[in-house]
C-alpha cells in the first residue's frame, strides 16, 4: 500500500492541530478545512494549505461531505483524517471517501455501522459474548411498552436515544410517577439532537464508574488493548477529567476487560483506534456502555503511559502497516488529562465565548497543553467551548496530581471565563484524591466545587 503524503483534517480546534503536529513528525503535508467563524483560527495557521468551506453552522461547513471531499480533490490530498466529532463517526462518510479513492483514516464504514446505533452494538455485543447493561436491544415502539418493560426489570432505569452521544436524550427514571414527561423529553432532545427519536431502556447502574479500554486494530485483524481510563469524573454525563490507570483496576480486572474489549472489536472487523467503554458496578462487575469508533479526546492519557502516538499509529494502520506490538505495554507511572472549557460555572457553566486577550499555558516537565486557541483569537459560539486539553504525568498518581494543579495555576486566561478553577477544585477534593469517585462524584459535589 502507497505511504500517505498528505492529509487532510476535516476538524477544528485543539483536535486538528494534534493531528497535524504528528503528520508533521511524520514529514506528512496538512490541509485544514475552516468555516466562516473560523478564518483566524489557529488550526488553519497550523496546516500547510487552508480551505474555506462554509458559513459559521457545522452543518453548512464541518460536516459537509462534498464540499470535504472536494477540497480533498483540490488540494490533492491522499487521506483524510476526521479527528473527534463532526464527521468522524459517519460511515457514509467513510463510503463517500472510498468512492473517491481518498483514504479515511479510521475503522471501515462496515464496523461503524455495527458499532453507531446503540440498539444494534448491544445486539452484535451480545452475540458476542461481551457482557451489556441490561436492557433491551431495540427501540421499544410505544409508551406502554416502554412502562411494561421498565417494571420488568426495575426501577430505577436509563431511557437512551439509540442514536445518542453527548451525554443527549438520557433521562434517570425512578418510577412510573415520572415515567411519562421523562419519555417525552428523551424523545424530543433525541429527535432533535440526532434526527432520529428511537429511545431504549438500560437498568439505571447506581454510582457505576466510567472505565474505558483502548483498543487498536491493524488490517490484517491482529487486535490489541492498550490498557484503561477511568473517565468517572463526568457532569451531565460528561467527561471532565481522565486518568490512567484507573484507581480501582486490580491486575485481574484490567486483563479481563481488555480480553472483552478485543472480542468486541474482532466481533466487528475492526480497524485502528477505537475505544470500547465500560461500566463498572460497586460489586466490579463490568458492562458493555457503547464502543467509540474514531480517536477520543483523553487519548493523550494513554499516550503518556505507553510511550505511543496514537494518531502515528492510525496513520500506519491506515497505509496498511502491521501493528507494531503485539500485546498491551505495562502502564509506565500515572497520566491526568483535565478539560478546559470556555464556560462559566458560577452562572450553571454556561458557555462564555469571546475574544482572549491573553494567554499563557502551561509547560514545564511531563505536562502537555494541547490548546486550540491563541491571544487575540475570539472563541466562536458554534462550536464545541473546549479551548484546551491540558494532561500530564506523573511516577505516581499522587505525583500527577501535584503537577496537574501546579500546571492548571500557570494558566492565563483573559478576557473570557473558563472553568480552570473548577478544575483545581476537582483535583483537591478528597474524594478525588481518595481514588474510589464514581460517576456521581461530580453532581454530588456540585456545591462544594464552586
Ligand atoms: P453518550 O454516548 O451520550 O456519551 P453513554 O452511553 O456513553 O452516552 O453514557 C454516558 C454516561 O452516562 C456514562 O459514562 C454514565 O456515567 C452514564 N450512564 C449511561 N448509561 C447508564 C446506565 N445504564 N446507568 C448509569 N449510568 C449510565
Same mark, same amino acid.
Given at each position: 500500500?502507497?505511504?500517505?503524503?498528505?492529509?487532510?483534517?476535516?476538524?477544528?480546534?485543539?483536535?486538528?492541530?494534534?493531528?497535524?503536529?504528528?503528520?508533521?513528525?511524520?514529514?506528512?503535508?496538512?490541509?485544514?478545512?475552516?468555516?466562516? =467563524?473560523?478564518?483566524?483560527?489557529?488550526?488553519?495557521?497550523?496546516?500547510?494549505? =487552508?480551505?474555506?468551506?462554509?458559513?459559521?453552522?457545522?452543518?453548512?461547513?464541518?460536516?459537509?461531505?462534498?464540499?470535504?471531499?472536494?477540497?480533498?480533490?483540490?488540494?490533492?490530498?491522499?487521506?483524510?483524517? &476526521?479527528?473527534?466529532?463532526?464527521? /468522524?463517526?459517519?460511515?457514509?462518510?467513510?463510503?463517500?471517501?472510498?468512492?473517491?479513492?481518498?483514504?479515511?483514516?479510521?475503522?471501515?464504514?462496515?464496523?461503524?455501522?455495527?458499532?453507531?446505533?446503540?440498539?444494534?452494538?448491544?445486539?452484535?455485543?451480545?452475540?458476542?459474548?461481551?457482557?451489556?447493561?441490561?436492557?433491551?436491544?431495540?427501540?421499544?415502539?410505544?409508551?406502554?411498552?416502554?412502562?411494561?418493560?421498565?417494571?420488568?426489570?426495575?426501577?430505577?432505569?436509563? +431511557?437512551?436515544?439509540? *442514536?445518542?452521544?453527548?451525554?443527549?436524550?438520557?433521562?434517570?427514571?425512578? *418510577?412510573?410517577?415520572?415515567?411519562?414527561?421523562?419519555?417525552?423529553?428523551?424523545?424530543?432532545?433525541?429527535?432533535?439532537?440526532?434526527?432520529?427519536?428511537?429511545?431504549?431502556?438500560?437498568?439505571?447502574?447506581?454510582? @457505576?464508574?466510567?472505565?474505558?479500554?483502548?483498543?487498536?486494530?491493524?488490517?490484517?485483524?491482529?487486535?490489541?488493548?492498550?490498557?484503561?481510563?477511568?473517565?468517572?469524573?463526568?457532569?451531565?454525563?460528561?467527561?471532565?477529567?481522565?486518568?490512567?490507570? /484507573?484507581?480501582?483496576?486490580?491486575?485481574?480486572?484490567? =486483563?479481563?476487560?481488555?480480553?472483552?474489549?478485543?472480542?468486541?472489536?474482532?466481533?466487528?472487523?475492526?480497524?485502528?483506534?477505537?475505544?470500547?467503554?465500560?461500566?463498572?458496578?460497586?460489586?466490579?462487575? $463490568?458492562?458493555?456502555?457503547?464502543?467509540?469508533?474514531?480517536?477520543?479526546?483523553?487519548?493523550?492519557?494513554?499516550?503518556?503511559?505507553?510511550?505511543?502516538?496514537?494518531?502515528?499509529?492510525?496513520?500506519?494502520?491506515?497505509?496498511?502497516?502491521?501493528?507494531?506490538?503485539?500485546?498491551?505495554?505495562? @502502564?509506565?507511572?500515572?497520566?491526568?488529562?483535565?478539560?478546559?472549557?470556555?464556560?462559566?460555572?458560577?452562572?450553571?457553566?454556561? &458557555? /462564555? &465565548?469571546?475574544?482572549?486577550?491573553?494567554?499563557?499555558? @502551561?509547560?514545564?516537565?511531563?505536562?502537555?497543553?494541547?490548546?486550540?486557541?491563541?491571544?487575540?483569537?475570539?472563541? &466562536?459560539?458554534?462550536?464545541?467551548?473546549?479551548?484546551?486539553?491540558?494532561?500530564?504525568?506523573?511516577?505516581?498518581?499522587?505525583?500527577?496530581?501535584?503537577?496537574?494543579?501546579?500546571? +492548571?495555576?500557570?494558566?492565563?486566561?483573559?478576557?473570557?471565563?473558563?472553568?480552570?478553577?473548577?478544575?483545581?477544585?476537582?483535583?483537591?477534593?478528597?474524594?478525588?484524591?481518595?481514588?474510589?469517585?464514581?460517576?456521581? $462524584?461530580?453532581?454530588?459535589?456540585?456545591?462544594?466545587?464552586?
Amino acid at each position: 500500500m502507497p505511504k500517505i503524503r498528505k492529509v487532510l483534517v476535516a476538524n477544528r480546534g485543539e483536535i486538528a492541530i494534534r493531528v497535524m503536529r504528528t503528520c508533521k513528525d511524520l514529514g506528512i503535508a496538512t490541509v485544514a478545512v475552516y468555516s466562516e =467563524a473560523d478564518r483566524s483560527a489557529l488550526h488553519v495557521r497550523t496546516a500547510d494549505q =487552508a480551505y474555506l468551506v462554509g458559513p459559521p453552522p457545522s452543518r453548512e461547513s464541518y460536516l459537509v461531505q462534498e464540499r470535504i471531499l472536494e477540497v480533498a480533490k483540490q488540494s490533492g490530498a491522499d487521506a483524510i483524517h &476526521p479527528g473527534y466529532g463532526f464527521l /468522524s463517526e459517519n460511515a457514509s462518510f467513510v463510503r463517500a471517501c472510498e468512492k473517491a479513492g481518498i483514504t479515511f483514516i479510521g475503522p471501515p464504514a462496515a464496523a461503524m455501522d455495527a458499532m453507531g446505533e446503540k440498539t444494534r452494538a448491544r445486539a452484535n455485543m451480545i452475540k458476542a459474548g461481551v457482557p451489556v447493561v441490561p436492557g433491551t436491544t431495540e427501540p421499544i415502539g410505544t409508551i406502554e411498552e416502554a412502562r411494561e418493560y421498565a417494571q420488568k426489570i426495575g426501577f430505577p432505569i436509563m +431511557l437512551k436515544a439509540a *442514536g445518542g452521544g453527548g451525554g443527549k436524550g438520557m433521562r434517570r427514571v425512578e *418510577g412510573l410517577g415520572d415515567f411519562d414527561s421523562a419519555w417525552r423529553s428523551a424523545k424530543s432532545e433525541a429527535m432533535s439532537s440526532f434526527g432520529n427519536d428511537a429511545v431504549y431502556i438500560e437498568k439505571y447502574l447506581e454510582k @457505576p464508574h466510567h472505565v474505558e479500554i483502548q483498543v487498536f486494530a491493524d488490517q490484517y485483524g491482529n487486535t490489541i488493548h492498550l490498557n484503561e481510563r477511568e473517565c468517572s469524573a463526568q457532569r451531565r454525563h460528561q467527561k471532565v477529567v481522565e486518568e490512567t490507570p /484507573s484507581p480501582i483496576l486490580t491486575p485481574e480486572l484490567r =486483563a479481563k476487560m481488555g480480553e472483552v474489549a478485543v472480542k468486541a472489536a474482532k466481533a466487528v472487523n475492526y480497524v485502528g483506534a477505537g475505544t470500547v467503554e465500560f461500566l463498572v458496578d460497586v460489586h466490579r462487575n $463490568f458492562y458493555f456502555l457503547e464502543m467509540n469508533t474514531r480517536l477520543q479526546v483523553e487519548h493523550p492519557v494513554t499516550e503518556w503511559v505507553t510511550g505511543l502516538d496514537l494518531v502515528a499509529m492510525q496513520i500506519r494502520a491506515a497505509e496498511g502497516e502491521k501493528l507494531p506490538l503485539f500485546e498491551a505495554p505495562t @502502564p509506565r507511572g500515572h497520566a491526568i488529562e483535565v478539560r478546559v472549557y470556555a464556560e462559566d460555572p458560577a452562572r450553571n457553566f454556561m &458557555p /462564555s &465565548p469571546g475574544k482572549i486577550h491573553a494567554l499563557r499555558v @502551561p509547560s514545564g516537565p511531563n505536562v502537555r497543553d494541547d490548546s486550540g486557541v491563541f491571544a487575540g483569537f475570539t472563541v &466562536p459560539n458554534y462550536y464545541d467551548p473546549m479551548i484546551s486539553k491540558l494532561s500530564v504525568w506523573g511516577a505516581t498518581r499522587e505525583e500527577a496530581i501535584a503537577r496537574a494543579k501546579r500546571a +492548571l495555576s500557570e494558566y492565563v486566561v483573559k478576557g473570557i471565563t473558563t472553568n480552570i478553577r473548577y478544575l483545581h477544585g476537582i483535583l483537591s477534593h478528597p474524594e478525588f484524591v481518595g481514588g474510589d469517585y464514581d460517576t456521581s $462524584f461530580l453532581t454530588r459535589q456540585h456545591t462544594e466545587l464552586l
